[in-house]
């Protein structure tokens, strides 16, 4: 069974970068049958797709965000990452990790709640 | 864009029957499999249903999914409601390669 777990610095200033990294286990990342995503949930809202990174590389993003998001893969490390860039407070949130079978998020992190704060 | 439009909660009592809409908007929803997610206070989400109408292991069989095109949208039904069902519920689809969630449903069991 896959297992997916978030770490990364729960505050960050104003305009500066989130990056989160998401560990991997009881899984292989470089197999096709799955594929990695991101997601958040500001406190007391709705889940919002970040994007998905596949085996290939290939990476898919939220259009609302995709000029301030990079994901990556490192197979080697079973890891794979999130960059947001350029934050505010309306990027505060619990940000969960996921592995993706087929059209489901199958397997979700605990998640990391991350806040944007001076 | 495809956007999925929830009830915002719904309530009902113990041992009754519930059934949360998902409909779809500028877009079809019998275009793209539609998943179901249950998140309990606290918790990350788990899948109830999944490619409009499959349960996944350990998912008890009083959850089902269903889709009626006629009206553009999903739905999640659990009969036999019991107290630990009361959580939020969030519908997912496709919209091309993108992914998209419905603003979630939250259901109380009083």
């Known amino acids: 069974q896959v297992q997916v777990q978030e770490s990364g610095p729960g505050l960050v200033k104003p305009s500066e970068t989130l990056s989160l990294t998401c560990n991997v286990s009881?899984?292989?990342?470089?197999?096709?049958?799955?594929?990695w995503g991101w997601i958040r949930q500001p406190p007391g809202k709705g889940l919002e797709w970040i994007g998905n990174?596949?085996?290939?590389?290939?990476?898919q993003y939220n259009s609302s965000l995709k000029s301030r998001v990079t994901t990556s893969v490192d197979t080697s490390k079973n890891q794979f990452s999130l960059r947001l860039t350029s934050v505010t407070a309306a990027d505060t949130a619990m940000y969960y990790c996921?592995?993706?079978?087929?059209?489901?998020?199958?397997?979700w992190g605990q998640g990391t709640l991350v806040t944007v704060s001076s | 864009n495809l956007l999925l439009t929830q009830p915002h909660s719904v309530s009902e009592s113990p041992g009754k029957t519930v059934t949360i809409s998902c409909t779809a908007s500028?877009?079809?929803?019998?275009?793209?499999?539609v998943q179901w997610y249950q998140q309990r206070p606290g918790s990350a989400p788990t899948t109830v249903i999944y490619?409009?109408?499959?349960?996944p292991s350990g998912v008890p069989d009083r959850f089902s999914g269903s889709i009626d095109r006629s009206s553009n949208s999903a739905s999640l039904t659990i009969s036999g409601l019991k107290t630990e069902d009361e959580a939020d519920y969030y519908c997912?689809?496709?919209?091309?390669?993108?992914?998209?969630f419905g603003g979630g449903t939250k259901l109380t069991v009083l």
């Open positions: 500028s877009g079809s929803i019998g275009d793209n499999f």
């Open positions: 490619e409009d109408d499959h349960r």
């Open positions: 996921v592995c993706g079978v087929g059209t489901t998020f199958e397997y």
């Open positions: 009881g899984g292989s990342m470089s197999s096709s049958a799955y594929y």
């Open positions: 990174i596949y085996h290939r590389g290939t990476t």
């Open positions: 997912q689809s496709y919209d091309a390669d993108y992914v998209v």
